[in-house]
């Protein structure tokens, strides 16, 4: 070990032998992983060694204020875990099917399952019968939780779904008539099966297991330790969907932070800018299209946000002029970004304290415990600095693999633990890790290869441009042009040929726009990413003509 940290380079994390990018981070302690530790036993130890009081708030309701302690957390998991247990007769390594809105009920109800080393399937409120029914024939559940709006998409399984808006889920959380009776859940055990987004091909059952997500709030806590000194707890906004990796994580992370959570049933800019205000919120999640927004004129006009202290971005690129755009707004305010996949459990690197925050468009170093490597996707050699190519990675939050897809798996995850991310990206001389985009979705101009989501920076920095997305648009003789689809400012009337002629101006000629149409809105995910794929289709309805400059 001594022999091969001599080739690691101090600045870059860059073994010059093995092609390898090691973690600059202080290393994290974590447990053999055979040893019997359950997520919510570890959030809960660190919670307790909190110097903030059981009486502190864990979850307010942003509409109707609803609070509740961390002591009435603890105490409505216990007897909803009861409940499950003797009643419903729930057992470990059952699988529970998830389908609800945020609510301040979903964090508990994550917990009491998990505590019974039940494997949680959390799943899309909005998405169709047919993709819940396709879901489903992945993990296969034996019993789902949904609200009185989402039943009626769900099958019938083993056992009668129950409704978490309901009084009945109330008394389950409230009324300890049942003694829990304590489940023995190893590290390895499996504990969640989360669906990825679906957007580069099938839908896939992530199978991650309770190691990863400990690994995981380790590795977070370290972080926040290095950057975050409070004397009281964090007040965080909760935007992002408890279905998704990141705010089923963030259930968990912010129990073993002691942090006091707002949550927002759906994400909404007025009642997000309301809710900062009324709740004194210091810390809130954002996704990159929401962050450019708040960077332009009259966005935050008529609330106060001087509470606020950092944002955290992740879900896509951010572009160097929207983050510059966004410190000269709110120069007080820190913008941390990361990057993760659901495969990872989440963030595998982060930025982290002021100076770090200050590197433009890098998405921060690797967490302690990963490696990662750059690979040419042509000749599969591993890269130095400062090269792209597709990011591989090794850690402990990598997922187990996709469940009942061994074809995906080993696709995806390949020799000695690495798995291949499918991103193009690359680590400057310093470590820094900056994404590029998709590779999958790399447009083909005459052999050069075009990053959407560099165009897209450059667009939504027009102060007309609300929102944008590109796409590759087939073409006889270059094969591949770029094509944007623009949402306007509200009162702007910017034209096709206005915009084709500003990005022009700051991109490399093979790199310009060819296409222009207008739209109302961009389709994304749940998780803000845009679904490139409804917009390709809808290219067959947009007529040739004024939009083409070829």
């Known amino acids: 070990m001594e022999q091969r940290s001599l080739h690691i380079d101090p600045k870059s994390g860059f073994n010059s032998i093995t092609k390898t990018f090691h973690s600059l981070r202080s290393p994290v302690h974590l447990l053999p992983e055979n040893a019997f530790l359950s997520v919510p036993e570890y959030a809960f130890s660190l919670r307790a060694k909190?110097?903030?009081?059981?009486?502190?708030?864990?979850?307010?309701?942003?509409i109707t204020g609803q609070r509740i302690s961390y002591s009435e957390f603890g105490r409505r998991t216990k007897s909803l875990a009861a409940y499950l247990q003797k009643v419903t007769q729930l057992s470990k390594y059952d699988v529970a099917f998830v389908l609800s809105p945020n609510s301040i009920q979903v964090p508990i109800l994550y917990f009491s399952l998990l505590s019974l080393g039940v494997i949680v399937s959390p799943a899309n409120p909005v998405a169709t019968k047919s993709e819940i029914y396709g879901q489903i024939q992945l993990s296969k559940p034996v019993i789902a939780f949904a609200t009185s709006s989402t039943v009626d998409k769900l099958p019938k399984l083993k056992h009668q779904t129950i409704l978490i808006d309901s009084p009945e889920f109330e008394s389950m959380m409230v009324n300890s008539k049942h003694e829990f009776e304590e489940v023995k859940v190893r590290q390895s055990d499996l504990a969640a099966i989360m669906y990825s987004s679906g957007t580069t091909g099938k839908v896939k059952g992530v199978m991650l297991t309770h190691k990863n997500l400990i690994a995981q709030t380790v590795?977070?806590?370290?972080?926040?330790?290095?950057?975050?000194?409070?004397?009281s707890p964090s007040v965080m906004l909760f935007t992002p969907p408890y279905f998704h990796i990141f705010g089923f994580f963030y259930s968990i992370r912010s129990v073993a932070l002691s942090e006091k959570v707002v949550v927002m049933e759906r994400f909404d800019l007025k009642n997000m800018l309301k809710a900062v205000q009324e709740f004194s919120v210091t810390h809130v999640a954002l996704t990159p299209p929401v962050v450019v927004t708040l960077s332009k004129d009259g966005s935050t006009d008529g609330y106060d946000l001087r509470s606020l202290k950092t944002v955290l971005c992740?879900?896509?690129?951010?572009?160097?002029?929207?983050?510059?755009?966004?410190?000269?707004?709110?120069?007080?305010?820190?913008?941390?970004?990361?990057?993760?996949?659901?495969?990872?459990?989440?963030?595998?690197?982060r930025t982290v304290g002021p100076e770090e925050n200050r590197n433009r468009g890098s998405t921060g170093k690797l967490s302690p415990g990963f490696e990662a490597k750059i690979v040419d996707p042509e000749t599969t050699e591993a890269l130095p600095p400062c090269k792209e190519g597709e990011l591989w990675i090794r850690g402990p939050t990598i997922m187990k693999g996709y469940v009942g897809d061994p074809e995906a798996t080993s696709a995806t995850l390949v020799s000695d633990g690495w798995m291949r991310t499918g991103d193009l990206c690359y680590f400057d001389?310093?470590?820094?890790?900056?994404?590029?985009?998709?590779?999958?979705?790399?447009?083909?101009?005459?052999?050069?290869?075009?990053?959407?989501?560099?165009?897209?920076?450059?667009?939504?920095?027009?102060?007309?441009?609300?929102?944008?997305?590109?796409?590759?648009?087939?073409?006889?003789?270059?094969?591949?042009?770029?094509?944007?689809?623009?949402?306007?400012?509200?009162?702007?009337?910017?034209?096709?040929?206005?915009?084709?002629?500003?990005?022009?101006?700051?991109v490399a000629p093979y790199k310009k726009i060819r296409r222009v149409a207008f739209i109302n809105s961009i389709p994304k995910s749940a998780a803000g990413k845009i679904l490139r794929k409804e917009l390709i289709r809808k290219v067959v309805v947009v007529p040739p003509g004024s939009s083409s400059r070829l």
């Open 429 to 506: 001389n310093n470590g820094f890790l900056f994404i590029v985009d998709r590779l999958k979705e790399l447009i083909k101009y005459k052999g050069y290869q075009v990053a959407p989501a560099e165009l897209e920076q450059v667009l939504i920095s027009h102060p007309h441009v609300a929102d944008a997305a590109v796409i590759p648009y087939p073409d006889k003789e270059t094969g591949q042009v770029p094509m944007a689809f623009v949402v306007r400012q509200p009162q702007s009337s910017i034209s096709e040929a206005e915009i084709m002629d500003f990005v022009a101006e700051q």
């Open 50 to 62: 909190s110097p903030w009081p059981d009486n502190s708030i864990a979850l307010v309701n942003s």
């Open 219 to 231: 590795i977070t806590s370290a972080a926040w330790e290095m950057s975050e000194k409070r004397e």
């Open 314 to 349: 992740g879900a896509a690129p951010l572009g160097k002029e929207a983050i510059a755009a966004f410190t000269a707004r709110f120069p007080k305010v820190m913008l941390v970004q990361g990057y993760g996949l659901t495969e990872t459990t989440a963030s595998v690197a």
